[in-house]
Nanobody, 119 residues
Framework: VQLQASGGGLVQPGESLRLSCAASGSIFSIGAMGWYRQAPGKERELVAGIGSSGSTDYADSVKGRFTISRDNAKNTVYLQMNSLKPEDTAVYYC??????????????WGQGTQVTVSS
């Protein structure tokens, strides 16, 4: 099972980006999905999470600006980022709790996509 993230880039403050992360492979079920980020010299932090039923959770720093969503038919999670700030600059990683047939649930990480907010 793999997670492929895309959508990062260089934007100016106040602009928007939409990240996507698609899971592929032999998947029986996907539970919670989320986006994390890691800035240089800092620890990886949770940005937003979404449960299998659609319940969401956000870091205080992004509430009101970022929206997480998922398309279960496409095994894809999205992160709409509006009103971006320089402090949002980081490598963004997607994460999913996956179940394959006859295996326990386990976490899978995407490869990371760079988001840079700079004027």
């Amino acid at each position: 099972v793999q997670l492929q993230a895309s959508g990062g880039g260089l934007v100016q403050p106040g602009e928007s980006l939409r990240l996507s992360c698609a899971a592929s492979g032999s998947i029986f079920s996907i539970g919670a999905m989320g986006w994390y980020r890691q800035a240089p010299g800092k620890e990886r932090e949770l940005v937003a999470g979404i449960g299998s039923s659609g319940s969401t959770d956000y870091a205080d720093s992004v509430k009101g600006r970022f929206t997480i969503s998922r398309d279960n038919a496409k095994n894809t999670v999205y992160l709409q980022m509006n009103s971006l700030k320089p402090e949002d600059t980081a490598v963004y990683y997607c994460n999913a709790n996956i179940k394959r047939a006859r295996t326990p649930w386990y976490d899978v990480w995407g490869q990371g996509t760079q988001v840079t907010v700079s004027s």
